[in-house]
């Protein structure tokens, strides 16, 4: 079979995915890719690939190719990664960048300050959670990885404490009316 130029494999993509895709998955994790995104940008890769492969010189090296194209996709994280992290807590955020703060409803400054309160009462293991994930924007896998523990334990820690803390800031609102 002769290559095209729609498609300048012969063999086609598939058997270049097969051959690449060990080759691809190893870059991508060389550049600093955690572990358990390694799978889903290197499949954001061969996508990028099939969709752009009229454009590809089936004289020049695929791999090269595919790397490059890794590259940015990588790139492309690291700026979506730096917009989320700009973002401490999304409702946090929303209620302080209102108008002004001392426009914000009384139900709201009592919410925020019963919160505070919540979040001091926690034991420190618990406040240094909430601080990584809230704060500084870690991901439960890097959480798991600085308090040594799975990152599954991680999720199940911070769903307890957001659970514990919103009981928290329930009972201390309904006080103050």
Not at 68 to 90: C, P, Q, S, T
Not at 157 to 172: E, F, G, K, N, T
Request: charged share 30%.
């Amino acid at each position: 079979m002769m290559a095209t130029a729609r498609n300048p494999f012969p063999d086609g993509f598939r058997q270049l995915v097969a051959e690449q895709h060990v080759a691809l998955r190893a870059f991508v994790r060389a550049l600093g890719v955690t572990p358990d995104w390694v799978d889903d940008l290197s499949q954001e890769v061969f996508l990028i690939a099939f969709q752009e492969l009229q454009r590809f010189d089936a004289e020049r090296d695929f791999g090269k190719w595919l790397r490059g194209i890794a590259r940015n996709v990588v790139r492309n994280e690291l700026r979506k990664d730096a917009r989320r992290r700009r973002i401490i807590h999304e409702g946090m955020t929303e209620l302080l960048t209102r108008r002004d703060c001392a426009e914000a409803t009384l139900l709201e400054r009592s919410r925020l300050s019963a919160l505070r309160d919540c979040v001091e009462q926690l034991p420190k293991r618990s406040r240094q959670l909430v601080a990584g994930r809230y704060g500084v924007g870690c991901t439960a896998t890097e959480l798991a990885e600085q308090m040594e523990m799975t990152a599954e334990a991680a999720r199940k820690a911070l769903s307890r404490i957001r659970a514990q803390l919103r009981q928290c800031v329930d009972i201390r609102v309904a006080e103050e009316v």
